[in-house]
Structures are given as structure tokens and as C-alpha cells.
């Protein structure tokens, strides 16, 4: 019963926060796209060399992957977790700053570009293999962190602005600790999530890569 009530009292919340900044995340969410779509035109602009280059890298590492010849799964999820929680964290800080409000926009768009040329990469050099192996590595773990850096992204920027407001605009002071605590109960909420994509990546993705390119 007691878990009932807090699941509909956190979708309550979740609701109402979407609901109050529907149009920055309809903005986010819109620039987000605009960075697919940029990185996967940027690979149909690669010259044929460097397109040459990262072809011959990825089939050698392919071909690693499908001998077992690959990291430990332990060094790949370590090495995926600091990179997922240092972009994570920059955007926290970020939020924390006047300034840090048209970085956090310029760090959403250049995830949306590298996942567009990550993507467009694999599927126009390999075709279907490509499509599979993006579908089995790329996708099941960004279907998890991508709402989560969006929200945490909406929420930086949200941040941002009312730190803009109290200070520049003179505004009512509200108390700051409970705001940043908060704030810091949100990074530690998407680092839990962060856990499970890495974990998914380091553990599970090499091994349904390499089915499908044996």
C-alpha cells in the first residue's frame, strides 16, 4: 500500500514537472535532434580516407570482439561509468553557473551528433550488420540515457535561470540548501541510472555484438 502511494506520488511530481516545462523540454528534446541529424550528415561528408580509417579501426576491433579478444569487462564498465558520469556531472556544475546555460545547450546538441554519426556510421558502411550491431550496442543502453541526460539537462537549465533571476534580476531569495540538495539528490538519482546503462555496456553489449558479427 505504502509503495503504491509513492509510486503515484513520484508520478504525480514527474508529471507536474513535465507539465510546468514542457516548452524547454520540447526544446531540448527538438535540439537534441537537430545533433542526430547534423552527425549523420557529417558521415556523408567524411572524405573517402578518413571514412577508409574508421572502417578498417572498427572491423579490427570486430574482429576482436568476435575472437574474445577484448578488455576486461570490468576495466570497459569503469571506463564507461567515469565517462557517463563525467558528462553527467559538467552539466550538474553547469547548472550550478550564470554562464553555464548556453554550454549545457551546446553539450545536448553534441550528444545528439555523436550518437547521429555513431549510427549513420555503422549503418552506411555495413548495412544490415551495421543496423545490428548499432541495435544490440548503441541503442538499448542510449533508450535509458538519453531521457535521463535530458532531464538532467532540463533541470540544469532550470537552475541556471533562477540563479540568473536572484542574482541579476533581484528577484526574492529563496533558501539555497534545500534547492541544492535537491539538486544533488538529482545527479545521485541519474548516476544510479548511469550504473545500469554502463553495466549493460560493459557486460552484455560485447557479447550480443559478437553474435552478430562471427
Not at 510546468?20 to 526544446?27: A, D, E, G, R
Not at 580509417?53 to 572491423?59: A, I, M, P, S
Not at 556544475?93 to 550518437?115: A, D, T
Request: with cysteine; glycine share 8%; proline share 4%.
Amino acid at each position: 500500500m505504502l509503495g503504491e502511494i509513492a509510486g503515484i506520488r513520484i508520478r504525480d511530481i514527474v508529471t507536474g514537472h513535465i507539465r510546468n516545462y514542457l516548452s524547454l523540454y520540447t526544446f531540448v528534446i527538438a535540439l537534441f535532434l537537430m545533433g542526430i541529424v547534423f552527425g549523420s550528415i557529417i558521415v556523408n561528408s567524411l572524405p573517402f580516407e578518413s571514412r577508409n580509417d574508421l572502417l578498417n579501426y572498427l572491423e579490427q576491433f570486430f574482429g576482436e570482439l568476435a575472437k574474445g579478444q577484448i578488455a576486461d569487462p570490468h576495466v570497459l564498465f569503469r571506463e564507461s561509468l567515469l565517462n557517463d558520469l563525467q558528462y553527467s556531472g559538467l552539466i550538474w556544475v553547469l547548472g550550478l553557473s550564470v554562464i553555464g546555460l548556453p554550454i549545457i545547450f551546446i553539450l545536448i546538441f553534441i550528444r545528439g551528433m555523436v550518437l547521429g554519426f555513431t549510427v549513420g556510421f555503422l549503418v552506411s558502411q555495413m548495412g544490415l550488420q551495421g543496423f545490428m550491431a548499432a541495435a544490440v550496442s548503441v541503442f538499448p543502453q542510449n533508450l535509458l540515457m538519453i531521457p535521463v541526460d535530458l532531464f538532467l539537462s532540463v533541470v540544469a537549465v532550470v537552475c541556471s535561470l533562477k540563479m540568473i533571476r536572484q542574482l541579476l534580476m533581484r528577484t526574492r531569495r529563496e533558501p539555497l540548501l534545500p534547492q541544492f540538495i535537491s539538486y544533488a539528490l538529482i545527479l545521485l538519482i541519474c548516476a544510479c541510472f548511469t550504473v545500469i546503462a554502463s553495466g549493460y555496456e560493459a557486460y552484455i553489449s560485447p557479447t550480443l555484438i559478437g553474435l552478430f558479427v562471427s
